[in-house]
């Protein structure tokens, strides 16, 4: 602050323009201060989020698990059904043995009961495809504590989130949505049929795998995951058949009644048979690879360089992990 002289005999005049000095110090003491203090609060948590923050991107094989196309007793699952997958997304670091992982995945599942073991599945002949839109959050419990520097660190997860579907069905080359069909009577007003399903349902991803540390700032993670849903309908197929000739009349009916019974025999179904198994759910697995990004563990203080003592006690005081 500048130093002001108070005189003894201090006028009207002389008083104001000592207050203005005073006051005008004191600002830019301010005005100095609290920015410079921000700077160096920003710069903190920056240092600490870049420690804490990871960001990875990778792709994989999705598989469905369902009514349709059930594959007893086989050990491979066939190619034409696996489905290629994409997924990206960023971590935070709780503490050294848990991470939360927020991520986006899009894929593609279908199957066909002309793949299936049971006589009665081939008789069926029901087929189908839908897009997987799924975000969800995990928390990732690894083996190791991440301030061991492991180069292979095993890990398990949970998580939930919510996926988007539409199942679609083939007739004569051409691919129709399912679900505004009403494949089993839900658009029906007379009978005792279900309603129709929403075309999103909640996710419950449960997995594990195992992660190389390649490089001070970068991990290879081969991760897979069973994906529990909430839904029955992925494959738009759940409960009974209905009544064919009731769905005939209501719209889209020509096609509903085709997309609903593809069965190869020669009299339709009743009105009631099972069409799936409404008892369980269906779900997907993953299994992929994926390449992680923690930009923080590149600083200096951060994986033992020169200044390691000096990042050692700033990540303590700000409660960063110490790698």
Sequence with gaps: ???????????????????????????????????????????????????????????????YNGDVGQHVNKIITPAEVVNPYGKIGVSYRIMNHVEAVFYYLHGTVEDADSFATDNDQLIRNQSFKSPVDEAALQIEFTLNSISKKRMINPFVSIGAGMFRYNPEGNLNGTWYDLQPLGTEGQFLAEGNYPQPYRLTAFTFPVGGGVSFRIAPAWRLKVEA?????????????????PDLAQLAAAPYGDIAVQLSNRRLEPEPPRQGRRRGNVSSNDSYLTVGLLLVYNPGLAHRGYHGSMNKKRGNRMGKFLGCPVL
């Excluded at 069973?226 to 494959?235: G, K, V």
């Design 1 to 63: 602050m500048p130093t002001v002289v108070l005189q003894r005999k201090v006028s009207g005049t002389n008083f104001s323009v000592l207050l203005f000095v005073q006051r005008t110090a004191l600002d830019n003491i301010i005005n100095i201060k609290i920015p410079v203090a921000a700077l160096f609060l920003l710069q903190s948590l920056t240092v600490c989020g870049q420690g804490r923050m990871g960001y990875f991107a990778g792709a994989g094989i999705i598989r």
């Design 225 to 241: 995951a069973h994906h529990i849903s909430t839904t029955d309908y992925l494959d738009d197929v759940s409960a009974s058949y």
